[in-house]
Structure formats: structure tokens, C-alpha cells
């Protein structure tokens, strides 16, 4: 039973070039969610998403950052034109949406803009 | 707004004792705590969890202590080890909500 695989593992752009970030959660797993973790700080609530929905956004910048878990395939966050100041861990969790549930977590997206 | 805090970046514990974490959150209607454990370039693993009806919860040489009173949870392991050296961080969620809050982490170095 593989855990929440994310991909690519290192994720090298340049300012202004978009970034697609991808996970995968656990087998069974309807819910995803999505964390960014700055150098030397705590992990970010960004957004947590059901297939096909949105449940709460309200970690992410108003601009450029978007996230989906569409009913076929794993979940996708994206940033567009990146800036250097999203060079972050960026860390996704499933869980399978019960109350009080842990969540299981990926090995992260290490983003880095040139 | 920080909801959910833990004041001390950093602790280093001898090997055989007891390694004290500490957090402090905000929100009173946070009833759901976890602690999880992070190494280098790896993602967050689960350590141990406590709901709000209960002020203790162990499970091996881990063991979460509520204060409901004082919005205060810690974590002790005892006796450390040197794998348990990384980054601690504690976790808090609303029942219904599924939104969990982590705090900014404790590194945890234990000396062999």
C-alpha cells in the first residue's frame, strides 16, 4: 500500500516560468491537502481539497497559486509566473476524511526559483 | 495570527532523558492535537494524538499531555535517543472543520 507519492521530488524554474506540483494520495484517501513550508519556519495551511472540490482555500495567495483534485488523477498544485520568493518546501497530506483523522504525508516538492 | 505556537526553536537532551516539547495554541475551540516528527528532506510522520476529552495519551515512550485550562499541550519522550533527533511539530484541528493548524516546530537534538 504506497503512501502519498509526490512528484518531482526537486523542481527547479525561473522567474516567470510556471511550476505544476503533483500528488498522489493513499490509497483510499478522498482528501488532499497542501502545505508549504518556508526555510526556517512551521507548515502553512494552503488549501484542502475533496475530488473535484474545494473545501477550503484560504492558506492560498489570492494570486497566481491554484490547486485541483480532479475525479481521475492525483492532485495538482500550480503556480504561475513563479517569483523567487515561492522557493519553499511544498508538502501534501491525505486522509480519508473521517473526523480526527491523522494525516499522512508526502515527501515534498523542494521548489526552487532561479 | 498564530494560532498554534511553539516557543522554543531548538532543545538538545542528553541521551536517557526526558525530552519536554511544549506548544500553546490560541483557539479554544480547537479539540483535536497531534504531534508529528520531521527529518530532513522527508515529509512530516504522525507521532501521537490526544482529542480534547482526555489530558494524557502514551504510547511507548511518547506521551501527549493536555491542558485545556492553560491552551497548553507538550509532549515528553523518555528516555530520548539519538534517532529521535528532528523536527517536532504539533498540529491542532476544530472537530468538523478537517483544517489542521501546525505550529512552527521544535528541533530536538539528542546527544549520544
Known amino acids: 500500500n504506497a503512501g502519498v507519492m509526490q512528484n518531482p521530488r526537486h523542481l527547479v524554474r525561473r522567474r516567470g516560468q510556471e511550476a505544476r506540483l503533483r500528488c498522489s494520495p493513499m490509497?483510499?484517501?478522498?482528501?488532499v491537502y497542501w502545505y508549504r513550508q518556508l526555510p526556517e519556519e512551521g507548515l502553512k495551511f494552503m488549501v484542502y481539497l475533496q475530488k473535484e472540490n474545494i473545501i477550503d482555500e484560504s492558506g492560498m495567495p489570492k494570486e497566481r497559486f491554484s490547486a485541483e483534485f480532479p475525479k481521475e488523477g492525483p492532485s495538482i498544485l500550480r503556480i504561475q509566473q513563479v517569483v523567487r520568493g515561492d522557493s519553499a518546501a511544498y508538502f501534501c497530506a491525505s486522509s480519508p476524511g473521517s473526523l480526527n483523522e491523522k494525516l499522512f504525508f508526502g515527501s515534498g516538492t523542494q521548489l526552487s526559483v532561479l | 495570527d498564530q494560532q498554534v505556537k511553539q516557543n522554543s526553536p531548538s532543545l538538545s537532551v542528553q541521551e536517557g532523558r526526558i525530552s519536554i516539547l511544549n506548544c500553546d495554541y490560541t483557539?479554544?475551540?480547537?479539540?483535536?492535537f497531534l504531534w508529528y516528527k520531521k527529518y530532513p528532506a522527508e515529509g512530516p510522520t504522525f507521532l501521537i494524538s490526544i482529542s480534547s476529552i482526555k489530558d494524557k495519551n502514551e504510547d511507548g515512550r511518547f506521551t501527549v499531555f493536555l491542558n485545556k485550562s492553560a491552551k497548553h499541550l507538550s509532549l515528553h519522550i523518555v528516555p530520548s535517543q539519538p534517532g529521535d533527533s528532528a523536527v517536532y511539530f504539533c498540529a491542532a484541528s476544530t472537530s468538523g472543520t478537517y483544517k489542521y493548524i501546525f505550529g512552527t516546530g521544535t528541533r530536538l537534538k539528542v546527544l549520544a
Open positions: 490509497k483510499g484517501h478522498s482528501h
Open positions: 483557539n479554544s475551540m480547537f479539540d483535536y
